[in-house]
Nanobody, 117 residues
Framework: QVQLVESGGGLVEPGGSLTLTCAAS????????MAWYRQAPGKQRELVSR???????DYIDDVKGRFTVSRDDAANMMYLRMTNLKTRDTAVYYC???????????WGQGTQVTVSS
């Protein structure tokens, strides 16, 4: 059974930092490209950052220089270090795993990030 479990969300003031964690089980982690998405209230889910199995990362312009994605294949974990958080970063953040061999994707249940003073 495939599971992606996000953690690390919470309430933080503007300018603060959080680190999100995605723990994967039931998949061969190295065979998946991983990504973080987010969905703000009333908006569509959007890609935030992707990290391939080969270690190539990309980010949407809005978070470049503020967010850093990383993965630990030995531990089946992915991380998103978020710094200088802004109120517009408020959203539910989701972990996504996309197989490099097929169109199979998996989603976590999400973790809420709220940036507010």
């Amino acid at each position: 059974q495939v599971q992606l479990v996000e953690s690390g969300g919470g309430l933080v003031e503007p300018g603060g930092s959080l680190t999100l964690t995605c723990a994967a089980s039931g998949i061969t982690f190295g065979f998946y490209d991983m990504a973080w998405y987010r969905q703000a209230p009333g908006k569509q889910r959007e890609l935030v950052s992707r990290l391939s199995g080969g270690g190539i990362a990309d980010y949407i312009d809005d978070v470049k220089g503020r967010f850093t994605v990383s993965r630990d294949d030995a531990a089946n974990m992915m991380y998103l270090r978020m710094t200088n958080l802004k109120t517009r970063d408020t959203a539910v953040y989701y972990c996504n795993a996309a197989s490099i061999f097929s169109h199979t994707t998996h989603w976590g249940q999400g973790t809420q990030v709220t940036v507010s003073s």
